[in-house]
C-alpha cells in the first residue's frame, strides 16, 4: 500500500527470482529523486538463492531502497534464539555484503510471525545505509503493529532529506577488515 498522496510507480522486473517473489515501487520525492522499495515473500519451502538478493539490488543502480518482507529465514541477529539452515545462509549473505551493497538490517521490536506456540522474527529489511530510520520505540529497533493476522505489521518510517538522498556512490569502512599498524 502507498499513501495516496505519494507518486509512485509499479516496477515491471524482467528478471523473475526463482527463490522468491516480490514486487517494486519506485516512490518519487522532490527534486526528481525517488527510491525503491520492494516487497519479498521467500515460501517456506524454497532454498534462498542470495546470489538473486545481489542482482536485485543491483538493479538499483545505487538509488536508495529498502527490501523488507517474509524470509522465511530464522537467525539470532534479528532476535531468534536459535539460527537455521537458510538464515545462517541469509546472514553470511548479509555480512558479506555490506560492503559492496552498502546496506543493514534493522530488527523490530518483538516477534513479527506469531502462531500458537510459535514465535517468530522472519520479516526482515535490507535498507541503503544512507537511509535514515526513525527510530519511535527508542531501541535501535523497528515498532510492529499487531492485526488479525499470523504476521504483525512493521513500522518502517525513513527521513529523507536533499543531503540523504544524492544517488552518488557511497563509501563505508569496514573496520573490521582493515589492518592496523600501530606506531609508538
Known sequence: MVKSNYKFE???????????????IKLHLENDQYIFSTSI???PDKKLNTSELSTLIDA???VPF???GDFNCIHTHCGNA?????????FKWYRDSIDRHKLYAP??????????NFESFIDIFLVDDGLHIKDNTGTQKLETLHFASDHRAVVLQITISD????????????W????????I
Open 10 to 24: 509499479h516496477i515491471i522486473n524482467a528478471q523473475s527470482y526463482s527463490s522468491f517473489e516480490h514486487s517494486t
Open 41 to 43: 515473500h521467500k515460501p
Open 60 to 62: 538499483f543502480k545505487r
Open 66 to 68: 529498502v527490501i523488507g
Open 82 to 90: 536459535e539460527n537455521k539452515s537458510e538464515g545462517n545462509k541469509l
Open 107 to 116: 530488527k523490530t521490536n518483538e516477534p513479527t510471525c506469531v502462531r500458537a
Open 163 to 174: 543531503k540523504v538522498i544524492n544517488n552518488e556512490p557511497k563509501s563505508i569502512y569496514n
Open 176 to 183: 573490521a577488515k582493515t589492518n592496523f599498524i600501530v606506531l
